[in-house]
């Protein structure tokens, strides 16, 4: 009985000290078999998303287009840079590390959309950017990111963001 306990233990140590030393994979799983809820609300956060990402990519030349995307109290929560609630840092910062350095592609078929009732909607997905500066060839790393989308007065605004590396 002893030796039974005493190498279950062992076992699950074994497991724990596993789980903590593996390094963090960004090998993000599509959700298998997603079909929005409201197809028509879907399409429209696509094209949003397509648009605002346009704008992202160009914003040397659509920098006001892609700004007017935020709302004026945008929360923005990024795991590696922490929170911020300020639209005029992130445009700043924007034109400062983004415009013509870096480019985003979103993984096809990732996006996922749920409508939130009088308020607009959640948009998931996953992406990947590029830096100008890396080597071409340099592998892509897959992030996730959340987007809540505000709607008001027939406007779609960019209320909060989550992006995660």
């Known amino acids: 009985m002893k030796k039974t306990i005493t190498i279950s233990v062992l076992f699950i140590a074994i497991l724990f000290l596993e ?13 298998k078999n997603y079909q929005p809820d409201n197809p028509e609300l879907y399409k429209a956060i696509v094209k949003l998303d397509s648009a605002f990402f346009d704008a992202y990519n160009n914003c ?3 920098f006001e287009t892609y700004a007017d995307f935020y709302a004026d109290d945008i929360e923005f929560y990024h ?3 922490g929170l911020s609630n300020s639209k005029k840092d ?10 013509g350095k870096v480019t985003r592609t979103l993984v096809k078929g990732s996006i996922e959309v749920y409508p939130i009732k009088d308020y607009g ?7 990947s950017f590029s830096n100008k500066t890396n080597p071409p060839n340099e592998p892509k790393k897959i ?7 505000k709607k008001v007065n027939d406007q779609w605004r960019i209320a ?3 992006s995660l590396h």
């Open 19 to 31: 789980s903590c030393s593996t390094p963090k994979s960004n090998n993000f799983q599509l959700t």
């Open 60 to 62: 040397d030349t659509k």
């Open 79 to 81: 795991d590696q840079g």
């Open 90 to 99: 992130i445009l700043e910062g924007t034109k400062k590390n983004i415009c």
């Open 121 to 127: 909607a959640i948009e998931i997905g996953l992406h």
């Open 143 to 149: 992030s996730r990111f959340t987007i809540f989308w």
């Open 160 to 162: 909060k963001v989550i």
